[in-house]
């Protein structure tokens, strides 16, 4: 049976982006690198403007871009502004059955912290321009 180079590589990407979550939150279970990543990720996406929310998601190794648009509907996305309390809040939401990530600021500021590192710092830079001050004080760049 032959494989398919673009799954092995968005894999291997795929885990290199959850080791690096799992090292930040100082956690020996990638389960929860996961569950911060997935939490954080669809929190972020919800507080993009679409256009910006579909560039970040192009931008995200196959794999997780699949996890980062899961569930995901548009039109159902409360309107804006959210504040970093409302944003917390939905990572917080989302890691209720992960209490080892105690720290929902320290999760998102760790995933924050590989966005940019892995993707490009033009994009991030436009996202981080559409979030409310309190989530960009969130990022590490």
């Known amino acids: 049976m032959s494989k398919l180079a673009v799954f092995d590589t968005t894999v291997q990407k795929s885990y290199e982006w959850l080791h690096d979550v799992r090292d930040g939150l100082g956690v020996e279970d990638t389960r929860s690198a996961y569950a911060a990543l997935r939490a954080t990720l669809h929190a972020l996406r919800d507080h993009l403007q679409l256009n910006e929310a579909v560039q970040l998601g192009a931008q995200l190794p196959m794999l997780l871009r699949g996890l980062y648009y899961e569930g995901w509907r548009p039109s159902r996305v ?64």
């Open 78 to 141: 409360p309107p804006r502004p959210y504040g970093a309390d409302e944003f917390l809040e939905q990572v917080f939401r989302e890691l209720r059955d992960h209490p080892e990530v105690d720290d929902i600021e320290d999760a998102v500021t760790v995933v924050f912290g590989v966005l940019a590192t892995r993707l490009d710092g033009g994009e991030i830079e436009q996202a981080i321009a559409q979030l409310p001050k309190g989530v960009r004080a969130l990022w590490p760049v």
